[in-house]
């Protein structure tokens, strides 16, 4: 249990970590969306590469936000039967729906992006538009790498659903006791 709880306490971390990484690209991508915005609708010109890079720094806040987004139990959810649950009813909920979905599904697209990525990062790839961004395999290694820290995220929440169905205090302290 107590490694349980250690596993726990890291990931969601790495996951707080992320989430403020992604909440400063948040602010640069509307500062790049204010831009574009005011050279397109004022000055009547426009970049292909302010365009792109604002479709990069939302496809980044997306698949890096994903996990700190499951920390905070602030996904998308069909929350009708889930709210009525008492805690017990929720960690089932939240164990089956992590081992039969979540795991599997992050795995899949952790595997079938591997190829995807290497791909793109051996080519160099970059926008086939004139005046598009380069290294475009950055963008396209988010998405193994999003996918990847909503499956550690996933255990842990796994891990403490296991420590509600036992009877553990699944919160974890500051202070790691």
């Not at 609708?41 to 496809?59: A, P």
């Not at 905070?72 to 929720?90: A, E, N, P, Q, T």
Request: charged share 20%; net charge positive; glycine share 8%.
């Amino acid at each position: 249990m107590r490694l349980m709880k250690s596993y726990i306490k890291f990931i969601d971390a790495l996951s707080e970590k992320t989430g403020m990484f992604v909440s400063w690209l948040t602010g640069l991508m509307v500062l790049v969306v204010c831009y574009d915005v005011l050279t397109r609708y004022v000055f009547r010109m426009s970049s292909v590469g302010v365009q792109e890079l604002e479709w990069h720094l939302f496809s980044v806040i997306f698949l890096l936000g994903a996990s700190y987004t499951l920390k905070l139990d602030r996904h998308v959810r069909i929350d009708i039967f889930y709210m009525k649950l008492s805690r017990r009813g929720k960690a089932v909920v939240d164990l089956a729906g992590t081992v039969l979905f979540l795991v599997p599904f992050a795995l899949l697209v952790i595997w079938t992006s591997k190829d995807f990525t290497l791909n793109s990062f051996t080519i160099g790839e970059s926008s086939p538009d004139p005046g598009g961004l380069p290294a475009r395999y950055i963008l396209k290694a988010c998405v193994p790498l999003g996918f990847f820290l909503v499956l550690l995220q996933g255990i842990a929440l796994a891990f403490r659903s296991i420590l509600v169905l036992s009877g553990e205090d699944p919160q974890i302290r500051e202070d790691g006791k």
